[in-house]
């Protein structure tokens, strides 16, 4: 039997991306990270789920919304009190700046934690950690889970699962660890990237610097690492 999963993308509408504002403008950063989104609610769908973008804004976007202007934690967790989540109805939560991400990333991390694992049950929360300490994704079947956002959320989430005595799976994806957040995150773009926002940064100018033997991006005179 086939267990429906909502799939929940939080978005930034009116101040996205703002760590990138050495390299680009207001203007710049809202439209990267709407391209960005682009290419998380493709891969979603493309998964076989549909997504419900979670956004501080009303977009002008064909989509499932929830609009909530509250910051990201209390956000989700109003989604997550509501939805009730369990193993018959589990939540993802897929963050909208993984622009790596592919639709087998994505279906990986819904489908792994449903697998009967070696203790015989399968997972209450499932983890796709970030390469700098954050939660990327999660997949919610415990009702009580509620986030922690803030700073290194990997070791608070683990920490909050181990409370609530919650089995936990991991998802080590390069793909879904990659959230594009600083200027040196671009070049990871530009490398393996092929949506909408590798697109949007070729078209603005940005390209590989490697002239001094590390991977970077250059747009135009100014070169970030």
Aim: glycine letters at 8%; hydrophobic letters at 45%.
């Amino acid at each position: 039997m086939s267990v429906s999963l909502q799939v929940v993308v939080p978005f930034a509408a009116e101040r996205p991306k703002t760590r990138l504002g050495g390299v680009l403008s207001a203007a710049e950063r809202r439209a990267f990270a709407d391209a960005m989104l682009t290419d998380v609610l493709a891969a979603v769908t493309a998964a076989g789920h549909e997504p419900t973008v979670l956004t501080t804004a009303p977009l002008d976007r064909d989509v499932p919304q929830i609009v909530d202007e509250r910051p990201l934690g209390a956000a989700v967790d109003a989604v997550l009190a509501d939805a009730e989540p369990d193993h018959d109805r589990p939540l993802a939560v897929v963050m909208a700046d993984l622009a790596l991400a592919t639709p087998t990333a994505i279906r990986r991390l819904t489908t792994v934690g449903g697998e009967t694992s070696e203790t015989g049950a399968a997972a209450d929360l499932v983890f796709a950690p970030g390469l700098g300490g954050g939660t990327n994704a999660v997949v919610v079947r415990e009702p009580q889970f509620r986030t922690a956002y803030h700073g290194a959320s990997i070791a608070d989430h683990r920490r909050v699962a181990a409370e609530l005595g919650a089995r936990v799976r991991e998802v080590d994806s390069r793909r879904l660890a990659t959230d594009i957040d600083t200027p040196d995150d671009l070049a990871e773009l530009l490398l393996h990237g092929d949506g909408a926002a590798h697109d949007w940064l070729v078209d603005a100018g940005f390209e590989l610097d490697t002239d001094d033997g590390r991977v970077g991006v250059t747009r135009e005179s100014a070169t970030h690492r």
